[in-house]
């Protein structure tokens, strides 16, 4: 196994009281693996993955539970300088939005480059170099001229090629991509993520793919964790969650997809809003927003039941939900 | 950018004419100018006249102004009422000044921008706090208690640096006033550069910086602190004129006779020409530093293009 | 100048030596923002706005609690001086000359034998008068003239920012010197006079800026939309969200007017003796500071509060009224 998050707790302590971003959630992830982690903001995907990362914003994002074993060893033992020497080179992150996660007043060139200067110990000029390169790698065009040009200088779509080549740059076992396209128009959002899954398969990386978009999960993935107010509320192959959902809350986010064969009817939307994380509620999370919730719903939370070998879902009535597929 | 430099010229002429009108039209509500020309006594009506004639005053405000300007772009800024050229006060004062602002900017830059980052990476703890309400008390003193302070203790009591300044005013003597006329500046640069440290360090591209795995004191020095300094440079910029102007006070204390020193003796003899004239550099030299900040911007950032 | 991309704040530039008059204007730009809890979880349908969320947050600040206790002590000692300090601050013997504390006198004689905690006390009264007044006056003219031109636009607002541009070019100590050099009226009508005339351009530049960010919102458009008309737009949708940077600004200015005028005074051309200032008397002990250092630091250390207080009090409103520094 290449990842392997166990029962990880996250806390944010502000003003206002503790929020509790991420309340147990194990995943795992195998070298050539992708795994999508859906969820609205604030159901803690995006804290989980900082928390992989060693980014989290600390002070006030803390963890307080929980493993993060990477090939083999608990980073959260590490000491911040082993940790360091982690990040970047073995795993690395690419964000949602490239335009503010690119630094403004540094080219491109400089930002690839410091990559090969640090982990390598490269000479600026054979780091230059190797920035050209990956730039072409990422099918970037006129790469050796571009290379000094400033990141406002790109499109969108040419930022995220640049992000996901720094990424890249030191070939790491790892890569965490935070909703890599929600920022992009639609046209170039499949260029930018077939891109991805084409180096992914190349160099057999694992890749954990943060999204909301299940339209984009459906192509590229081959697992899936959904996420709900910090938990993991589902857990399945791509292919059995759309044939038949095993939690109330996936089945509203695929119902919530607007589809070619039901034009005319009114689409579906999940009623209510993604609970407050610092008073999540009592029992199943999402009881309040649920079709099906009974009373135990209210006072008991579900665990994590085993569907099958490779599924989980945690609602008491996966079994119902699994039948009214068929509705 | 070369049209932006030509833009920018064109709009400080107004501006320059406005502030060099504005300073004349305030000289001469001074009071009589030649009041002061005949000692303790009142001139007699009749030298009074003969002087007001000699010097062009007999003529409107606003003719002196034109006649002044005139004479100003043939590099005549006129006579100081004792007969010496105001040109040659110039000569001598402002190398004084001069250098009494580089050691002033440095103070800011080495001092300012250290202290600045030290709190700013370290938002809320112990060393953040003690500078913070350093900075408060430097800022809520005015520069005369500072300046008198600091002379009695390190130029009397404890005889570290002498208490006046020589003629020469060499740099080494305007090391103490140096920091005295920078005092306020400094804890302006330390403020402003923790807040912009602090609110950068949240920032997309520094999270970035981290996730790439760059030891913390890189992701300080390349990352944070560059973009950081963009509004710390403005302001130290733009000092620069606020410094040499405001050096009055600094230079009173510490006898150093620079551009303050002549301005104020200039405004107790009520001598015209030599307050309008160096009024006029000082003007200059504010209008040019704020060109030169604003194209140091577009260096800094390159986001910024001017056409 | 609608080439720049950003207006880099010159506002700091045309201070003087003792008077620094712009410490927040820089950073009271980040002022228009609405205010979020981090992650967006704040707690769900209280209703927050801007000033009472502020308002909660100073009345839990200590440094706004004492700042403000010190301006209530400062206003209250200004008006009625005779309730702390007998005596008056003219009645000096020259015999007591520069001599230390004494009964009746805690903080000691000045040169001319005044009791320092008398004169100390009945200063504030100057002080916290042209402080007042000066900031209600550069107020007032700084945010109408800044926020007709910021609302407008238009040549006005043209010649308004060449004419701020002209103002910043002339050092505000140097403006004071020649301005009050030739005033023989020993009052604070003619400081205050001169401070107005050349800190009004500091608020107008902040009121117009926050005008026009405000006149931006989509509220804003929308109630153009309606067809409201421009007076009730400006009070009604636009000034109570322009005026917040213009409050913070003015308190720090007030502060530093208050160290303004006590360097005029002391560069001898604010209040001259028999007037009671501060700046008076720190300039009066000046000479003999080795001798009889408490005549110099008790009137010091008053001012040096005064105007922290004023520049705290500003601090705290500004940090209450600026979510992102939360």
Redesign the interface.
């Known amino acids: 196994m290449l990842l392997d998050v166990r029962d990880l707790h996250v806390e944010f302590r502000t003003r206002d009281g503790v929020a509790r971003a991420v309340n147990g959630v194990s995943y795992s992830v195998d070298a050539g693996e992708t795994l999508a982690v859906l969820g609205e903001s604030g159901s803690g995907k995006s804290v989980t993955a900082q928390a992989v990362m060693g980014i989290l914003d600390s002070p006030p994002g803390r963890i307080t539970g929980g493993e993060i074993l990477f090939q083999g060893q608990d980073l959260l033992t590490l000491k911040e300088e082993e940790r360091r020497k982690v990040r970047g080179a073995r795993m690395a992150m690419i964000f949602q939005d490239a335009l503010s996660a690119l630094n403004p007043v540094l080219s491109v060139g400089d930002q690839l480059g410091e990559m090969f200067e640090v982990h390598r110990g490269m000479s600026r000029k054979d780091a230059r170099a190797r920035a050209v390169e990956l730039m072409d790698r990422v099918r970037i065009p006129g790469a050796a001229q571009r290379v000094r040009d400033y990141p406002h200088q790109f499109s969108g779509g040419m930022r995220q090629r640049i992000m996901i080549a720094m990424a890249l740059a030191l070939e790491p076992a790892l890569i965490i991509a935070d909703e890599p396209t929600t920022a992009l128009d639609v046209t170039v959002q499949a260029q930018v993520m077939d891109l991805l899954a084409e180096l992914q398969r190349e160099y057999r990386m694992g890749l954990i793919l943060i999204t909301h978009d299940l339209g984009v999960v459906a192509d590229v993935a081959d697992r899936i964790a959904v996420m709900y107010a910090g938990r993991i509320v589902e857990t399945a192959p791509v292919h059995d969650i759309y044939k038949a959902p095993a939690h109330p809350y996936t089945r509203g986010l695929l119902d919530s997809i607007p589809r070619l064969d039901q034009k005319g009817q009114e689409l579906y939307a999940i009623k209510g809003l993604p609970p407050n994380l610092m008073h999540i509620p009592a029992g199943c999370a999402f009881h309040p927003r649920c079709p099906m919730a009974r009373d135990e719903c209210r006072t008991d939370e579900p665990p994590l039941h085993e569907v099958s070998a490779e599924r989980g879902s945690a609602c008491h009535f996966w079994r119902e939900c699994l039948d009214e597929r068929t509705r | 950018m070369g049209r932006y430099i030509v833009r920018r010229l064109l709009q400080m002429i107004p501006v320059f004419i406005g502030a060099t009108l504005l300073i004349f039209l305030m000289v001469n509500v001074m009071g009589d100018p030649v009041a002061g020309l005949c000692g303790d006594r009142a001139c007699d009506p009749a030298t009074a006249a003969q002087l007001k004639r000699e010097f062009g005053l007999d003529m409107p405000v606003w003719q002196q102004y034109v006649t002044y300007m005139g004479n100003l772009f043939t590099g005549d800024f006129g006579t100081a009422f004792n007969g010496e050229p105001v040109i040659d006060l110039m000569a001598s004062a402002f190398p004084v000044t001069i250098r009494l602002t580089v050691v002033a900017i440095l103070f800011e830059i080495v001092v300012g921008i250290t202290l600045g980052v030290l709190t700013g990476t370290r938002r809320g703890k112990p060393v953040d706090t003690v500078v913070l309400v350093l900075t408060l008390i430097v800022i809520s003193v005015p520069v005369f208690v500072t300046g008198l302070v600091l002379q009695l203790l390190f130029g009397v009591e404890w005889h570290w640096v002498e208490p006046s300044v020589s003629a020469e005013a060499n740099f080494g003597e305007l090391i103490l006033p140096g920091l005295v006329l920078a005092s306020v500046s400094l804890a302006y640069v330390t403020r402003l550069t923790r807040t912009s440290i602090a609110e950068n360090r949240r920032s997309d591209y520094v999270r970035t910086a981290v996730a790439k795995g760059l030891p913390r004191r890189r992701v300080v020095t390349r990352h944070l602190l560059r973009n950081s300094l963009i509004p710390v440079v403005t302001f130290i910029g733009t000092d620069i004129g606020a410094l040499m102007g405001g050096a009055i006070v600094t230079e009173r204390i510490f006898n150093i006779h620079g551009v303050g020193y002549q301005l104020y003796q200039g405004i107790v003899r009520q001598n015209t020409q030599t307050v309008v004239g160096f009024v006029t550099v000082l003007v200059l030299v504010f209008l040019v530093a704020n060109l030169i900040v604003d194209l140091l911007y577009a260096v800094l950032d390159p986001r910024i293009r001017y056409a | 100048?609608p080439?720049?991309?950003?207006e880099?704040?010159?506002v700091?530039?045309?201070?003087?030596?003792?008077g620094?008059m712009d410490?927040a204007a820089?950073?009271a730009e980040?002022l228009e923002k609405t205010p979020g809890?981090?992650?967006?979880?704040?707690?769900?349908g209280k209703p927050r706005s801007l000033w009472s969320d502020a308002w909660r947050d100073l009345r839990r600040n200590p440094v706004f609690i004492v700042s403000a206790l010190v301006i209530l002590f400062l206003v209250f000692i200004s008006l009625w001086p005779s309730a702390i300090a007998s005596g008056s601050p003219l009645a000096c013997d020259l015999a007591k000359s520069q001599d230390g504390a004494g009964p009746g006198a805690p903080f000691g004689y000045d040169g001319q034998g005044c009791n320092v905690y008398t004169r100390t006390v009945y200063g504030a009264r100057t002080s916290v008068t042209v402080g007042v007044l000066a900031t209600l006056g550069v107020s007032i003219l700084g945010s109408v003239l800044g926020g007709l031109a910021g609302f407008f636009g238009g040549l006005g607002d043209s010649l308004l920012s060449?004419?701020t541009?002209?103002?910043?070019?002339?050092?505000?100590?140097?403006?004071g010197?020649?301005?009050l050099?030739?005033v023989t009226s020993n009052t604070v009508w003619p400081v205050i006079g001169f401070m107005v005339l050349l800190g009004w351009p500091q608020i107008s530049r902040i009121a117009r800026g926050s005008v026009i960010t405000a006149r931006q919102n989509d509220y804003v458009q929308a109630a153009r939309a309606l067809g409201a008309s421009n007076s009730r737009m400006l009070l009604r949708h636009i000034a109570p969200n322009a005026v917040a940077p213009v409050i913070v600004v003015a308190t720090i200015a007030l502060?530093t007017y208050i160290?303004l005028e006590?360097?005029l005074s002391?560069?001898g051309v604010g209040l001259k003796p028999p007037s009671v200032s501060w700046g008076i008397d720190?300039?009066a002990a000046?000479p003999y500071?080795?001798n009889a250092?408490h005549a110099?630091l008790w009137p010091?250390g008053a001012?040096?509060?005064t105007?922290?207080a004023f520049?705290?009090l500003g601090d705290a409103v500004r940090d209450a009224l600026d979510p992102?520094?939360?």
Do not use: H
């Open positions: 100048m080439e720049q991309p950003y880099p704040d010159r700091i530039a045309g201070t003087g030596a003792g620094a410490l820089g950073e980040t809890g981090p992650l967006g979880t704040g707690p769900q060449r004419l541009d002209i103002f910043f070019a002339i050092p505000v100590v140097l403006g010197l020649v301005l050099s030739v502060g160290a006590a360097t002391y560069l720190i300039s000046s500071i080795r250092p110099l010091s001012l040096a509060v105007v922290l520049i705290m992102k520094l939360r």
